[in-house]
């Protein structure tokens, strides 16, 4: 007979206790915090309104006060202002600018274009000097030049006409010269200059 060998069976392992059984964990709510970012912007939204307010309703106010002052001090206000040595006609007499007139010692005959603004008359280096202006075209003040010159008793000794400007020379009764005349966007200058011939 053969014997047989039993293998010994190993004990049985205890089982852990299970854990306790706790309530289980939940991730943080997200909707508490922006609760609380409305719940401040609200606020915030409230405050502004209850200032703007409150500033509309005193600056309002204020406009009201200062526009009764006025009418007051208006109303103490005298009509008229006297001030003593003035008399009102010379407070409202106009400046009149002075005219401006021609040297005494220019050619009482020589042509002066019909119409035209005296702007300055002198004796300058030697030679007598009359500055004009006219609403007129150059080239219809340089046409009368041309036509009363003669008739003046004085010679044309030179004409220029370029579109730059227009010169005439003059010569006669002891006196040679010439007249400029150029013309600006809404003007035309005429400048005469004289000067005795034996000089």
């Keep these: 007979m053969q014997q047989t060998t039993q293998t010994p069976t190993p004990p049985a392992q205890p089982t852990p206790p299970a854990p306790p059984q706790g309530p289980t964990p939940q991730p943080p709510k997200k909707s508490s915090a922006l609760k609380w970012v409305l719940i401040i912007l609200g606020i915030i939204i409230v405050l502004g309104l209850i200032v703007g307010v409150g500033c509309w309703f005193v600056g309002k106010k204020a406009v009201k006060t200062l526009q009764k002052e006025a009418?007051?001090?208006?109303e103490q206000l005298p009509e008229e202002v006297e001030v003593p040595g003035i008399t009102p006609e010379e407070i409202t007499e106009e400046i009149v600018e002075e005219e401006v007139t021609i040297h005494k010692e220019f050619p009482k005959d020589f042509p002066i274009y019909t119409g035209a603004k005296v702007e300055s008359s002198g004796i300058y280096m030697g030679m007598l000097s009359v500055a004009l202006s006219t609403s007129d075209s150059a080239s219809k003040v340089f046409k009368w030049y041309k036509d009363e010159i003669p008739k003046a008793g004085y010679e044309v000794s030179f004409e220029i006409d370029t579109t730059e400007g227009k010169t005439i020379g003059v010569e006669g009764k002891e006196y040679a010269g010439q007249i400029m005349i150029?013309?600006?966007?809404?003007?035309?200058?005429?400048?005469?200059?004289l000067s005795r011939a034996s000089e």
């Design 71 to 74: 009418e007051k001090v208006t």
């Design 182 to 193: 150029t013309e600006e966007e809404e003007r035309t200058d005429i400048t005469i200059t």
